[in-house]
Nanobody, 122 residues
Framework: QVQLVESGGGSVQSGGSLRLSCAGS????????MDWFRQAPGKEREVVAT???????SYVDSVKGRFTISRDNAKNTLDLQMNSLKPEDTAMYYC????????????????WGQGTQVTVSS
């Protein structure tokens, strides 16, 4: 059974930091395209960071320079270091896996976790 379990969310003041972690079981995170996406009430899902199989990372413009996605292959975990947090970062954060094909990361999610809440107060 595949599981992705997020942890590390919480409530912080604007300018603070949090580190999210996602532990995989029944899945080898290093062979997938792994995303952190977020969803706030009434808003669309937004992919904030991606790490591909080759380790190449990408970020949505609003978090560039503040968030860092990383992967620990030995621990089979995916992390998201979030610095200089802003109230607009408030959302439920999810880690998710997409299959890596010959043409790159496919669009659909294969697996995702239950999410961890991040709340940033001004």
């Amino acid at each position: 059974q595949v599981q992705l379990v997020e942890s590390g969310g919480g409530s912080v003041q604007s300018g603070g930091s949090l580190r999210l972690s996602c532990a995989g079981s029944g899945i080898t995170v290093s062979i997938y395209c792994m995303d952190w996406f977020r969803q706030a009430p009434g808003k669309e899902r937004e992919v904030v960071a991606t790490i591909k199989r080759d380790g190449i990372t990408s970020y949505v413009d609003s978090v560039k320079g503040r968030f860092t996605i990383s992967r620990d292959n030995a621990k089979n975990t995916l992390d998201l270091q979030m610095n200089s947090l802003k109230p607009e970062d408030t959302a439920m954060y999810y880690c998710a896996a997409r299959i890596y094909s010959l043409w790159g990361c496919v669009n659909e999610y294969k697996y995702w976790g239950q999410g961890t809440q991040v709340t940033v107060s001004s």
